[in-house]
C-alpha cells in the first residue's frame, strides 16, 4: 500500500523541529510500524537524506523503548500495543500519518522522535525499591502471599516505564507510573517496611521533576500498553495520605 | 600483548565438587571493609548480570561506574525473558534436587560445559529465588501463598519459578531497584546512553574503557581497577534473531582484540518456539515462550506440499513429528532437538505458512487437544497473554487456529572465556552472564539463563572479584596514561572512518547479507563446505563494507546509523570467527550440528574422544588465522554418555 508520513524532524534539544511528510510506496501490511520506518529510513539514506532518529529496542513489547504518538496517541490505534508491535494491517491504502514523539516538559526532545525520560528513573531512584542486601534474604518460602495479592502486585509490576501514560495525559502527569510502582511494593509484605518512606520519596520527587497532577481523566490508562489500571493511582494517593498522616517520611 | 596468559588454566579448587565453591570461599582473600571504597569497579551492561553485579558490590562497598547503551538499565534485554528461572528449591517435593539440576545442566549442555562452574551454579539457584524475592519480584504463588512452579523446556521436575510470562521483565526490575538504591546513594555512578567502544590493557592488566556519549558524541576515558563485562551475547550476527536491535558483540570483541580469548562462538542457541519470518522486510523475530511446548503439541502434515488450512487437515494426515520421534519427552525435548527436528520436516517439503523466498518454514504449534482437555479458560490463563501477542503480530488466535512456529537464533552459549573465578585470560577483565561462555557448555536448557546471569552476578563476581582485587594495592589509575590516550585516538580514527566512507550502501544492507550467509551456513545445521564458502564470503563482504558502507551526519551527535555501523562492523570480524570454530569442531553437539557427524537416525553424533574442550581463540589481527587454545574438559561426576530423549 502507499502512505504519507508526516513526521517530526529536530535536529538537535536546542534546534526548532517541524513536520516534514513522506510518501511511501510498498508497504506491506504484514510490516510492524518501526519496520515501515526502517523502510522508510533506507529510502532516506538512498537518496543522502539523514535516516529519522527513533528509540527502539526489544521489538517485542516489554522493554519500553519505543515511545511514538501516531494520529495524537501515544503507541497508535491498537489498544494495549506498543509501537512495536503494531501493524501496518490496521492502516489503510492512501493514508495520512502523523508521528511525534512523547510531548512533556520532564521529556525533552533529543533528536527527530527520541526523548530524554531519565525523569522516571530519577522518581524509582527516590525510592523504588526495596532495602535488602544480596545474601540477607530469608527463605522464599518462609512469607506466604496470597494468590490475589502477588497477581494484583503482578498487574502493577507489568508497568514497561515507557512514559506514555504521561504523553497521553494533558497535564503530563506521571501518577499511573509513580502509581504501579508504589502499589506494587505497597501490596507485597516484602514492601511493607518502606512503604511510608518510599510513597512520600516518589511523589516528592515526581512533583520535582516536574510531572503535573492527576485530574481524572483516565487518559493515561486507556494510552497504557500493558493496560495498568488507574486504580494504582488512588491506591498510591492512599498510601501518600496515610504516609503524610502518621507523620512520618523518612 | 606480551602480557596475555596464554595457558587455559581454569582455575577450579580441588576436593569433592559439592565442596568446591565453599571451599573457594573459605580460602579466598578478601578485601577489607574500609579499603573497598579505594577500588573502582566498572561494570558494562545493566541486565541481570550487570545490574546484579554493580549494586552488590556497590553494597560492599567499592567504588562503582555502571553503562549501558539503552536510555535506562531496566532496558536492558534481560527484560525479554517470558518463560521462569530455574532453582532446585525441590518445593514440589518432586524429586528434585541440586544434584539433580547440576546433571540435567551438563547433561543439557552435551557435555561441553566445565562441571565445577555448573555445580555451583546449582547451589546458588536456591539463593536467587530468595533474594529475588525479597526484593519485591511477584513470582506466581499457589493459593495457599506459597511459590508456584511449572516443569519447563526439557526437564522432568517442576523447578521452574515464573512471573506469567514475563520473568525476566520482573527480575531485571528487581536488579533495576538495587541499582537504583546505589544509583541513589552516590555508590553507583551510572552511565545511560553510553556505549563501550574498547577496553584499555595497561602493563597486561584490564584498566579501563573507552566509550561514547551516544547523545552527545562524546568519546570519554574511564579508568578503574577492574572492567566487568555483562554485555550479553552475540546472536544478532544473524541479523534476524530474537536479540534486542541493539543486542551486540562489540564490548566482547573489542576485549578480544585486546587479548581475551573468545570460547566457543560457534555455539549458538536457536531455539524452537519463535513467530515464522512473514517477508523479506523483517527487523527481528519474536520469541514465543517455551512454556508453550507443556500444552501445545507440535505437528506437521504427513504428506508434503499439502497447503489445507490446519483445521481441514484430518488426525490421521498429521505427523505429530517430536511426539512420534521421542515418545518419552515428546513435544517437551531440549531446544537444539526440538529446532533441528523442525527444520528437517521442512526441509523434506512439509512445512506450513506462506511461502517467504520460495520456502514455507513453519510448523504447527497446536492447542486444539490441551483446551478441550482443559477448558479455554485454563490455557488463558496460562499463556494469554502470549497468545495475544501472536495474535497482535500474525493477525490469527490460536484459540482457533494453530500457531505457526520455526527456530531463531536466540541465545550465544559460546563468549569470552573465563575462568572459575569468572575472570578472562586477561587479568583484570571480568565476564558476566551471557557475555562469557560459561555453564551451558554447547546448549542452554530453558530458563537457565536468568539463573546464570543472576547467580554470577549476585553471588559469584562478588566473591571473586574481591580475590583478585586483595591481590592489588589499590594504586592511583589515572585516564592520562599514554595507553588511554593510544586507544582513545584509535575509537576516533576508526569513528571518522566510518563517517567518511560515504559509499552507496546502508549499513542495514550489509548486516542483512552477513545474516544471510551465517543463517545458511553456520546455522542449524554446518558442513565443511558451506563453513569454507562462508570464510570467503564474510572477508569479502567485509572489505566491501569498508570501501562501500554510507553512514550519514555526524560523530559529534546523537547518530543511530553510526552507532549500528560500528556495531555491523565488529559483527563482519566476529563471524569469521564464529565459523572457523564451527569448521575446527568436527562433531556435533549441543546447537551445534555438523552434517558430516550424525548417527543413522539424524541425532547428534558427538566425538568425545577429540573434541571434549573449550576452544578458546586468540585474536592475531583481522583476517588473521586466530590461535586455538583448549581447554581440556573432564566429566568425573556426570558420566558422559549419549543424550537421548527418546
Redesign the interface.
Known amino acids: 500500500m502507499r502512505i504519507t508520513v508526516h513526521v517530526w524532524r529536530q ?2 534539544p536546542q534546534e526548532p523541529g517541524k513536520m516534514v511528510a513522506y510518501d511511501l510506496d510498498n508497504v ?1 501490511e ?3 510500524f ?2 515501515m520506518l ?2 522508510l529510513n ?1 529510502s532516506l ?2 537518496k ?4 529519522i ?1 527513533f ?11 519505543c515511545s511514538l504518538v501516531i494520529d495524537g496517541i501515544p503507541h497508535g490505534p ?1 489498544k ?2 506498543t509501537v512495536c ?3 501496518m ?1 490496521h492502516f489503510h491504502d492512501g493514508q495520512e500519518i502523523f508521528i511525534e514523539p512523547w510531548r512533556a516538559k520532564s521529556f525533552p526532545v ?2 527527530d522522535l ?1 526523548i ?3 525523569s ?2 530519577r522518581i ?3 525510592g ?14 518462609n ?5 490475589e ?3 494484583r ?2 498487574d502493577a ?2 508497568c ?2 515507557c512514559g506514555a501514560c504521561v504523553a497521553a495525559c494533558k497535564n503530563a502527569s506521571a501518577m499511573l507510573f509513580v502509581g504501579a510502582k508504589v502499589s ?2 505497597a501490596l ?1 509484605p ?2 511493607q517496611v518502606e512503604k511510608k518512606r518510599r510513597a512520600i520519596a516518589m511523589v516528592e520527587a515526581m512533583d520535582a521533576e516536574g510531572f503535573g497532577n492527576c485530574t481524572n481523566q483516565y487518559e493515561c490508562e486507556a494510552a497504557c500498553p500493558k493496560g495498568i489500571s488507574v486504580e494504582f493511582i488512588a491506591k498510591m494517593n492512599r498510601e501518600y495520605l496515610g504516609a503524610q498522616l502518621s507523620g512520618r517520611s523518612s | 600483548m606480551n602480557s596475555v596468559n596464554k595457558t587455559l588454566d581454569s582455575k577450579v579448587p580441588g576436593g569433592p565438587i559439592e565442596k568446591q565453591w565453599e571451599l573457594y570461599r573459605e580460602k579466598m582473600k578478601l578485601v577489607a571493609p574500609s579499603n573497598r571504597r579505594k577500588y573502582k569497579i566498572l561494570v558494562v551492561g545493566s541486565g541481570l548480570a550487570g545490574a546484579s553485579a554493580a549494586s552488590t558490590l556497590a553494597e560492599l562497598g567499592y567504588e562503582v561506574e555502571c553503562f549501558c547503551f539503552q536510555d535506562s538499565p531496566r532496558r536492558a534485554h534481560s527484560i525479554a525473558a517470558q518463560g521462569g528461572i530455574n532453582a532446585a528449591k525441590n518445593y514440589q517435593n518432586d524429586g528434585d534436587s541440586i544434584w539433580r539440576l547440576f546433571y540435567d545442566t551438563v547433561k543439557g549442555g552435551d557435555y561441553r560445559s566445565r562441571e565445577a562452574n555448573v555445580h555451583r551454579l546449582s547451589e546458588i539457584s536456591l539463593q536467587i529465588i530468595d533474594q529475588a524475592t525479597a526484593m519485591g519480584v511477584p513470582f506466581a504463588r499457589e493459593y495457599g501463598g506459597t511459590l508456584a512452579n511449572r516443569s519447563f523446556g526439557g526437564a522432568q521436575v517442576s523447578r521452574t519459578f515464573y512471573a506469567r510470562g514475563q520473568t525476566g521483565q520482573q527480575l531485571l526490575l528487581g536488579c533495576y531497584a538495587g541499582l537504583n538504591r546505589q544509583i541513589a546513594s552516590g555508590q553507583v555512578k551510572m552511565h545511560n546512553r553510553t556505549e563501550m567502544l574498547d577496553l584499555v590493557v595497561v602493563d597486561g592488566l584490564a584498566r579501563g574503557i573507552i566509550t561514547r556519549d551516544l547523545v552527545t558524541g562524546e568519546i570519554q576515558r574511564h579508568a578503574g581497577h577492574a572492567v566487568v563485562l555483562a554485555t550479553g551475547g552475540y546472536v544478532n550476527v544473524f541479523f534476524l534473531s530474537t536479540n534486542a536491535m541493539g543486542s551486540n558483540v562489540t564490548a566482547s570483541w573489542r576485549a578480544h582484540k585486546r587479548g581475551a580469548f573468545f570460547a566457543n562462538p560457534c555455539f549458538t542457541q536457536i531455539h524452537p518456539t519463535c513467530i515464522p519470518q512473514s517477508g523479506e522486510f523483517q527487523s527481528k523475530l519474536t520469541l514465543m515462550s517455551e512454556s508453550l511446548r507443556n500444552d501445545g503439541r507440535v505437528w506437521v502434515p504427513i504428506k508434503p506440499g499439502d497447503t489445507r488450512p490446519p483445521n481441514e487437515i484430518p488426525e490421521q494426515e498429521r505427523d505429530y513429528y517430536l511426539e512420534r520421534i521421542y515418545p518419552s519427552f515428546g513435544n517437551l525435548v531440549p531446544r537444539d532437538v526440538a529446532s533441528r527436528a523442525a527444520k528437517r520436516v521442512c526441509d523434506e517439503g512439509r512445512g506450513v505458512g506462506p511461502l517467504v523466498g520460495g520456502e514455507r518454514r513453519g510448523v504447527y504449534l497446536d492447542f486444539k487437544d490441551a483446551i478441550q482437555r482443559h477448558g479455554k479458560k485454563v490455557i488463558e490463563d496460562r499463556y494469554g497473554n502470549l497468545f495475544e501477542m501472536y495474535e497482535r503480530i500474525t493477525g490469527e488466535s490460536p484459540y482457533e487456529v494453530p500457531m505457526r512456529i520455526y527456530p531463531a537464533p536466540h541465545y550465544s552459549m559460546g563468549g569470552l572465556w573465563v575462568d572459575y573465578g569468572l575472570m578472562s585470560n586477561l587479568e583484570g577483565l571480568h565476564v558476566i552472564g551471557e557475555a562469557n561462555f560459561s555453564d551451558h557448555g554447547a546448549n542452554r536448557l530453558g530458563a537457565s539463563a536468568l539463573m546464570q546471569g543472576l547467580a554470577d552476578g549476585y553471588f559469584i563476581l562478588p566473591n571473586t572479584i574481591g580475590n583478585y582485587l586483595a591481590s592489588k594495592k589499590p594504586e592511583n589509575i589515572s585516564t592520562d596514561h599514554p595507553e588511554f590516550e593510544k586507544v582513545e585516538n584509535e575509537v576516533r580514527a576508526y569513528i571518522e572512518k566510518l563517517l567518511s566512507i560515504n559509499g552507496d550502501r546502508s549499513v542495514d544492507s550489509f548486516h542483512m547479507e552477513l545474516g544471510r550467509i551465517l543463517w545458511n551456513k553456520c546455522g542449524m545445521s554446518r558442513n565443511k563446505e558451506g563453513l569454507l564458502e562462508a570464510l570467503q564470503e564474510i572477508p569479502k563482504l567485509r572489505k566491501e563494507f569498508w570501501e562501500n558502507v554510507r553512514v550519514l551526519g555526524e560523530g559529534e551527535t546523537l547518530n543511530q546509523s553510526l552507532e549500528k555501523a560500528g556495531r555491523v562492523a565488529d559483527f563482519l570480524e566476529f563471524a569469521e570467527l564464529m565459523c572457523r570454530d564451527a569448521l575446527e569442531r568436527e562433531e556435533s553437539c549441543g546447537g551445534h550440528f555438523r552434517e558430516e557427524y550424525q548417527t543413522e537416525e539424524g541425532e547428534a553424533l558427538r566425538r568425545d574422544d577429540v573434541f571434549s574442550y573449550v576452544a578458546a581463540w586468540e585474536f592475531t589481527g583481522v583476517g588473521v588465522e586466530p590461535i586455538l587454545h583448549k581447554e581440556n574438559l573432564t566429566f568425573e561426576n556426570v558420566a558422559l554418555a549419549v543424550r537421548s530423549y527418546k
Not at chain 1, 55 to 65: N, Q
Not at chain 1, 128 to 141: C, E, K, L, M, R
Open positions: 535536529a538537535g506491506n504484514h510490516m510492524s518501526l519496520e526502517d523502510f533506507e539514506i538512498a543522502g537524506e539523514e535516516p532518529a528509540d527502539s529496542d526489544c521489538r517485542e513489547g516489554i522493554c519500553g523503548m491498537e494495549e500495543t508491535q503494531l501493524h494491517r533529543l533528536k527520541i530524554d525520560r531519565s522516571l528513573d524509582q531512584q527516590a523504588g525499591f526495596i532495602s535488602v542486601n544480596t545474601g540477607s534474604a530469608p527463605d522464599a518460602n512469607i506466604p502471599i496470597g494468590k495479592q502477588a497477581d502486585a503482578m509490576a507489568a514497561i516505564g506494587h511494593l507485597l516484602q514492601g
